[in-house]
C-alpha cells in the first residue's frame, strides 16, 4: 500500500480549502483513503499531467476539484501538492 506523505505546506492548502468547502470534507477523506488503498481506482481519475506539470500526477476528488501529487510508486510514496479547482491547481 502506498504511504501517503503531507507537507507543511499542503496540509495548510488543505485546510484552508476545507474550511472554505466544508461540504466537501467526506468525500475529500474519501477521495484520500481511495488513493492510499488502490491508486488506480477509477473514481479517481489518476492522470499524468503534461508541460511545465509534467512531474505531477492529478486525481479528482469531483467534478470541480482536483488533487495534484507526486506520484511515486518505485518508493511507493505519494505527496500530495496542491488542492482547488482545476484552474488554481493547472
Known amino acids: 500500500m502506498p504511504k501517503l506523505v503531507f507537507t507543511e505546506s499542503y496540509e ?3 485546510k484552508k480549502f476545507i474550511k472554505k468547502h466544508p461540504e466537501l470534507r467526506d468525500k475529500y ?3 484520500l483513503k481511495f488513493l492510499q488503498t488502490n491508486p488506480q481506482h ?3 481519475k489518476l492522470h ?3 508541460g511545465k506539470l509534467s512531474k505531477l500526477h492529478s486525481i479528482s476528488i469531483n467534478l470541480s476539484y482536483r488533487i495534484t501529487i507526486y506520484f ?3 518508493k511507493d510514496t505519494i505527496i500530495p501538492i496542491d488542492i482547488g479547482t482545476h484552474d488554481e491547481v493547472y
Open 12 to 14: 495548510k492548502k488543505a
Open 29 to 31: 477523506i474519501k477521495t
Open 42 to 44: 477509477p473514481s479517481l
Open 48 to 50: 499524468k499531467l503534461t
Open 72 to 74: 511515486i510508486m518505485k
